[in-house]
């Protein structure tokens, strides 16, 4: 594993955007009976979703949020040094989404951007990029932007990923502070397990051809998707997830020195109900700890454990000092845990975006 500990640097401000567009997945039976789908909300626990119009990208979210970041905490474009986008759904292969989104958002040419392609682990990881910058001199901001349309990878008539995925964007704004105190970080990585999650085809090793965009019947269930659609072996990522997860975060806090019982929340990843619950009885945390967003939104990949934060825990984080743990892990296979502090956290209200509209909806 990676260990990092960074010092006075930490999440001054968190904003969210998602689409107006909701998926209530009861209702999402075109291709399966009603009874299997009500069988299949009731173990995810994801009852609704949120879905891209088509033409709406994750940079588009993104944008969204950070201007209502940067309207609501008076931050000047000239103020941001640094502009990071995570994403596996950015909005083309060449350029990079975030220097076209340094250009739509005003910021100076000086901006130091680039992408960052991971997975569900992201956030944490594109967290660790931000402080690391943070700690050079002269730097007085990192917008750290997150987004995915996971919408647009996984294949409606495939029953094992048709039900889980949602589409969001968040930005963060990472800044200096002694208030923020001591934070710590553990990046770890598997590629062995490369094949747990993913897309086969229409990347640059199997470029796309007419054969890998038909849809084809892919097991015993008659689930279908084509070679272009991402799949994923939920029992094999449970497995890992049991394994991994439960140690890398006793080891984190072990590394930070703080005690369980000093943590006010655990965020995880948002995969479904029944593994963070699990996850949750393994680590035997008080479940009120660990807020949970994915009944709302679903699995929004590496935009989860900010959007978590920003709806669930708004309230909590905008008048007093706290102490998180974050944990991210997926595709990759790739995991990553931190221990940060928060004080005073501005939470924008969420914005809901549809066409090029957005809508602000308060969370509290």
Known sequence: MANLTFENIGIKALAAAVPANTIDNLSYTKHFPAEDVKEIVEKTGIKERRFV???????DLCYHAAKKLMDDNGLEP?????????????????????????????????TLAFDMNLGCSAFVYGLSVAYSYMQQQGFRN??????????????????????LFGDGGV?????????????YFSLNSDGSRQDLIKVDAGGYRNPSTPETLKEKVVDEYGNVRTDEHGYMNGADVFTFAIREIPKDV????????????????FVFHQANEYMNSYLAKKLKLDTDKCPICLDRFGNTSSVSIPLTIATQLQNELKDEKKKLVLCGFGVGMSWATAVINTDGMVISDLVEVEGEKAEVKSEK
Not at 54 to 59: L, R
Not at 81 to 104: C, E, G, H, K, N
Not at 148 to 154: A, F, L, Q
Not at 171 to 183: D, E, H, P, V, Y
């Open 53 to 59: 119009p088509e033409g709406m990208t994750s940079s």
């Open 78 to 110: 000239d103020e941001v040094d640094a502009l990071i986008f995570v994403s596996q759904t950015p909005d083309y292969r060449m350029p990079a989404s975030s220097v076209i989104l340094q250009d739509r958002l005003g910021l100076p040419k000086s």
């Open 142 to 163: 990192v917008l750290l932007l997150d987004g995915e349309t996971r919408s647009k990878v996984y294949h409606p008539k495939d029953r094992k990923t048709a039900f």
């Open 171 to 183: 930005a963060a704004l990472i800044t200096k502070g002694k208030n923020f105190g001591k934070s």
């Open 250 to 265: 006793k080891n984190t806090l072990k590394f930070s020195g703080v005690e369980k019982e000093e943590i006010d929340h």
